[in-house]
């Protein structure tokens, strides 16, 4: 990540999350619904929306020290980023802050665009610290 924009950092995180891990939903793994902690994605062979919103998020905060929040919508999470640089595209503001939407789960979407039939106006959002 050394010596890229945030944007750049970010679409290479984004980009790796949504193609790397192989989606199904926990009630036909698990029986029920679970969140897996960051960690538990790289380990366990199947994830699913909120898994990789937790995942990326964790590794934005860590590699990219970039503020983060999750984005609840009705049966779908995703993630937003406030970036210290100007970035387009679909946005939540809290607080004062931009926080660019970043859907993990949403495959090839760049950064800034959320997945059809969500809605940003109505999402909760669950500030990271």
Not at 98 to 108: A, E, H, R, S
């Amino acid at each position: 990540m050394k010596g890229r924009s945030e944007l750049s950092a970010m679409e290479r995180l984004l980009n790796w999350v949504q193609t790397a891990f192989v989606y199904e939903y926990d009630d036909k793994v698990w029986g029920c619904d679970r969140a897996f902690f960051a960690e538990e994605s790289l380990f366990y062979p199947y994830c699913d929306c909120e898994d990789r919103s937790i995942l990326l998020s964790r590794l934005v905060r860590d590699l990219l020290g970039l503020k983060v929040i999750l984005v609840f919508y009705p049966g779908h999470l995703a993630m937003a980023v406030h970036f210290t640089e100007e970035v387009k595209g679909d946005y939540i503001m809290l607080d004062g802050m931009k926080f660019v939407i970043c859907d993990p789960t949403y495959i090839n979407a760049p950064v800034g665009k959320t997945m059809p039939n969500m809605n940003n106006s109505k999402a909760t959002v669950i500030l990271l610290e």
